[in-house]
T-cell receptor, first 115, second 115 residues
Framework: GAGVSQSPSNKVTEKGKDVELRCDPI?????LYWYRQSLGQGLEFLIY????????KSGLPSDRFSAERTGGSVSTLTIQRTQQEDSAVYLC?????????????FGPGTRLTVT | AQSVAQPEDQVNVAEGNPLTVKCTYS??????LFWYVQYPNRGLQFLLK??????LVKGSYGFEAEFNKSQTSFHLKKPSALVSDSALYFC?????????????FGAGTRLAVHP
């Protein structure tokens, strides 16, 4: 079946501009996650959506970052007034916790470059 | 708080030799443990997980991992390494606190398999 998809695959933007990154999770997965990965390093958790529950926003680095998930499916991560330190690969993942299946499935990522 | 540690930044192995990538964990309650692999310019791929049952877990691409409760370890192993196994490997533990279902990732270990 189809995996997690993300768009765009690459995004170059000027400092100060806003950007929107999109994630389409695996159909039927109730949980959706956003991570940030800098220069092939570790994963930094950003935000987590689970069904209709309030999202866990504890990982968002500043109020310039926000995310929404519409209809329990597609999610958009928005970064306002981008800064050079926002340059990274943004990864989305989804999972189904039904039946104890906690593993997350990742999309290919969006590489964001802020110039 | 749940955490995982990957004590080695890089592991170098000759092709055909056995490989081990180390992971130790700290959790309250029963651990749910995972291994992921990331190939260059790709998202993370799920390799295997331990939830309960046999301490030796078999996964994709010939990898296996051994859960050791007394040593709080979950090392990734493969009997005979391939050059194509060269990648970045992440260990993760489930954090179910607050009713959420997040994965806490280690910093990653880069595996280099030499011909």
């Amino acid at each position: 079946g189809a995996g997690v998809s993300q768009s765009p695959s690459n995004k170059v933007t000027e400092k100060g501009k806003d950007v929107e990154l999109r994630c389409d999770p695996i159909s039927g997965h109730t949980a959706l996650y956003w991570y940030r990965q800098s220069l092939g390093q570790g994963l930094e958790f950003l935000i987590y959506f689970q069904g209709n529950s309030a999202p866990d926003k504890s990982g968002l680095p500043s109020d310039r970052f926000s995310a929404e998930r519409t209809g329990g499916s597609v999610s958009t991560l928005t970064i306002q007034r981008t800064q050079q330190e926002d340059s990274a690969v943004y990864l989305c993942a989804s999972s189904s916790i039904a039946g104890g299946r906690y593993e997350q499935y990742f999309g290919p990522g969006t590489r964001l470059t802020v110039t | 708080a749940q955490s995982v540690a990957q004590p080695e930044d890089q592991v170098n192995v000759a092709e055909g030799n056995p490989l081990t990538v180390k992971c130790t964990y700290s959790v309250s309650g029963n651990p749910y443990l995972f291994w992921y692999v990331q190939y260059p310019n790709r998202g993370l791929q799920f390799l295997l997980k331990y939830i309960t049952g046999d301490n030796l877990v078999k996964g994709s691409y010939g990898f296996e991992a051994e859960f050791n409760k007394s040593q709080t370890s979950f090392h990734l192993k493969k009997p005979s390494a391939l050059v194509s196994d060269s990648a970045l490997y992440f260990c993760a533990v489930r954090d179910g606190s607050g009713g959420y279902n997040k994965l806490i990732f280690g910093a990653g270990t880069r595996l280099a398999v030499h011909p």
